[in-house]
């Protein structure tokens, strides 16, 4: 078995390291014995999509975005028909936003592929830092870095996850990323899949049932380190968030008394320690 993966412009996408989920989807196939064929597609190139079996497009800067705007124009129709035929996507950051019909910038708007109805506005503050999520489509928690001025609207399309930690698509709605059909986006960063395998896995198996059938399925890889990698996420950002609680809740002394401020900064973490228990060990979130 064999699996050609388009890696899309990272001649002007690649921030964050990026580029180690195309080697993370590259490494899984041969640990398995499939061979792996990586295509880098620069900017300007034509792109024969019926010939690829995944598409991995990473994140970069907003003029990046601004030159690559012009290009996409040709590129509309058959990536459109791709995804619409099952075709598997990875689209991190810029890419998840260009996948939608506008990004509004500071002072223009740049025309995204329309692929996905939805919409990205720039915001001065950025969302930095760890976020973790819980995901109806994988077990364990999905960990990774964000750090995005744009907040996207996805309407009613479902969310790759729930955000346990972190800010996600607009810090106010509670969610990340977007699915639709077999495409996920997504603002996560570090690279994404060598510290999530589910997901990496999750990818490769519906790109290799698109092409050979429902009958294929993924041998399991030990993945000692990509666990002990994801776990020591979860566990840093557990940490972050009791000691900003505690911080929280001692700087400004909520409750009546001091009894009170420590049973309310006690509760709060004890919440969050729960939360993320269920997160590490692959429950997934209510809607």
């Given at each position: 078995m064999k699996l050609s993966i388009g890696y899309l412009y990272p001649d002007l996408f690649n921030l964050y390291?990026?580029?180690?989920?195309?080697?993370c989807l590259e490494k899984r196939l041969q640990w398995r014995g499939i061979e792996a064929e990586i295509h880098p597609i620069l900017c300007g190139d034509r792109i024969n999509f019926s010939g690829l079996d995944?598409?991995?497009?990473?994140?970069?800067?907003?003029r990046g975005q601004e030159i690559i705007s012009g290009y996409l124009k040709a590129i509309r129709h058959d990536f459109r028909a791709y995804v619409e035929d099952?075709?598997?996507?990875?689209?991190?950051?810029?890419?998840?936003?260009?996948?939608?019909?506008?990004?509004?910038?500071?002072?223009?708007?740049?025309?995204?592929?329309?692929?996905?109805?939805?919409?990205?506005?720039?915001?001065?503050?950025?969302?930095?830092?760890?976020?973790?999520?819980?995901?109806?489509?994988?077990?364990a928690a999905i960990v990774g870095f964000e750090n995005h001025a744009g907040r996207t609207d996805i309407g009613t399309y479902p969310p790759l996850g729930k955000?346990?930690?972190?800010?996600?698509?607009t810090?106010?709605?509670?969610?990340?990323?977007?699915?639709?059909?077999n495409l996920?986006?997504?603002?996560?960063?570090?690279?994404?899949?060598?510290k999530n395998p589910e997901v990496c896995d999750g990818l490769l198996e519906r790109a290799l049932?698109?092409?050979?059938?429902?009958?294929?399925?993924?041998?399991?890889l030990p993945d000692i380190s990509e666990h002990r990698a994801n776990h020591y996420m979860v566990e840093r950002c557990r940490s972050a968030e009791e000691k900003h609680t505690a911080i929280h809740f001692g700087a400004f002394g909520f409750g009546?008394?001091?009894?009170?401020?420590?049973d309310n900064k006690r509760e709060s973490a004890n919440t969050c320690r729960k939360q993320m228990d269920r997160t590490a060990d692959g429950e997934k979130y209510d809607e």
């Amino acid at each position: 078995m064999k699996l050609s993966i388009g890696y899309l412009y990272p001649d002007l996408f690649n921030l964050y390291g990026d580029r180690g989920n195309v080697k993370c989807l590259e490494k899984r196939l041969q640990w398995r014995g499939i061979e792996a064929e990586i295509h880098p597609i620069l900017c300007g190139d034509r792109i024969n999509f019926s010939g690829l079996d995944m598409i991995c497009w990473g994140g970069g800067p907003d003029r990046g975005q601004e030159i690559i705007s012009g290009y996409l124009k040709a590129i509309r129709h058959d990536f459109r028909a791709y995804v619409e035929d099952g075709g598997v996507v990875l689209a991190v950051c810029a890419a998840f936003q260009l996948l939608g019909r506008t990004y509004t910038m500071r002072e223009q708007v740049v025309e995204g592929l329309g692929i996905l109805d939805i919409h990205t506005q720039w915001q001065p503050a950025r969302l930095v830092g760890n976020i973790i999520l819980q995901s109806p489509y994988f077990k364990a928690a999905i960990v990774g870095f964000e750090n995005h001025a744009g907040r996207t609207d996805i309407g009613t399309y479902p969310p790759l996850g729930k955000v346990v930690f972190g800010h996600g698509n607009t810090e106010q709605s509670g969610y990340e990323g977007i699915v639709y059909k077999n495409l996920i986006g997504t603002y996560l960063h570090g690279p994404l899949l060598p510290k999530n395998p589910e997901v990496c896995d999750g990818l490769l198996e519906r790109a290799l049932k698109r092409k050979y059938g429902d009958q294929v399925s993924l041998g399991e890889l030990p993945d000692i380190s990509e666990h002990r990698a994801n776990h020591y996420m979860v566990e840093r950002c557990r940490s972050a968030e009791e000691k900003h609680t505690a911080i929280h809740f001692g700087a400004f002394g909520f409750g009546n008394s001091r009894k009170a401020g420590k049973d309310n900064k006690r509760e709060s973490a004890n919440t969050c320690r729960k939360q993320m228990d269920r997160t590490a060990d692959g429950e997934k979130y209510d809607e």
